[in-house]
């Protein structure tokens, strides 16, 4: 897993600190915001693999906090933590800020590390997939271009057990 910035947003000090503890061994670097308007200043100084919000806060929610950050940084991947269990506030959340996953307080410090690092590691899968997939259209730029200028180099003749035949 490659160094990823996580962000917490809690409008409760001690949450922050309990997130904090809890995750402290991960190779990550945390940073920590109390509010939503914190958390986006917070965004758009530097770039964060994954936030992790609190649903209830005050002045803007968790559900209007982590739609922006889909809004704003959409490659970046979100999670909410939440008291309560309200299946129409994790509709919401997935519908209109695309959250990848709901942790419910009190939560186990262990699931809690177990989710953060199966995020992340998405986040690297599908960064290598978006990187390979890059050096094959690389490669199908080189083979047209060859295929212009020589008609049929690209072209290959197989047996019937798939092996390459040669002509000579």
């Given at each position: 897993?490659t160094?990823?910035?996580?962000?917490?947003?809690?409008?409760?000090?001690?949450?922050?600190?309990?997130?904090?503890?809890?995750?402290?061994?991960?190779?990550?670097?945390?940073?920590?915001?109390?509010?939503?308007?914190?958390?986006?200043?917070?965004?758009?100084?530097?770039?964060?693999?994954?936030?992790?919000?609190?649903?209830?806060?005050?002045?803007?929610d968790?559900?209007?906090?982590?739609?922006?950050?889909?809004?704003?940084?959409?490659?970046?991947?979100?999670?909410?933590?939440?008291?309560?269990?309200?299946?129409?506030?994790?509709?919401?959340?997935i519908?209109e800020?695309?959250?990848?996953k709901?942790?419910?307080?009190?939560?186990?410090?262990?699931?809690?590390?177990?989710?953060?690092?199966?995020?992340?590691?998405?986040?690297?899968?599908a960064d290598?997939?978006d990187?390979?997939?890059r050096?094959?259209q690389?490669?199908?730029?080189?083979?047209?271009?060859?295929?212009?200028?020589?008609?049929?180099?690209?072209?290959?003749?197989?047996?019937?057990?798939?092996?390459?035949?040669?002509?000579?």
């Amino acid at each position: 897993m490659t160094r990823h910035a996580v962000l917490l947003v809690d409008d409760e000090k001690n949450v922050l600190n309990a997130l904090e503890r809890s995750l402290r061994k991960l190779p990550i670097t945390l940073m920590t915001a109390t509010s939503g308007a914190e958390g986006l200043k917070l965004l758009s100084a530097r770039e964060v693999s994954l936030v992790v919000s609190d649903y209830r806060m005050p002045n803007m929610d968790g559900i209007t906090f982590l739609k922006q950050v889909n809004e704003r940084h959409p490659h970046t991947l979100t999670i909410m933590l939440t008291g309560q269990a309200e299946m129409s506030v994790a509709m919401q959340a997935i519908n209109e800020a695309g959250v990848y996953k709901f942790i419910l307080k009190p939560w186990n410090d262990e699931d809690l590390r177990i989710t953060l690092v199966r995020a992340l590691e998405s986040i690297d899968l599908a960064d290598e997939r978006d990187r390979l997939l890059r050096k094959v259209q690389r490669r199908d730029t080189i083979l047209g271009e060859l295929e212009r200028k020589y008609p049929g180099i690209t072209k290959l003749d197989r047996d019937e057990e798939g092996y390459l035949r040669l002509e000579g």
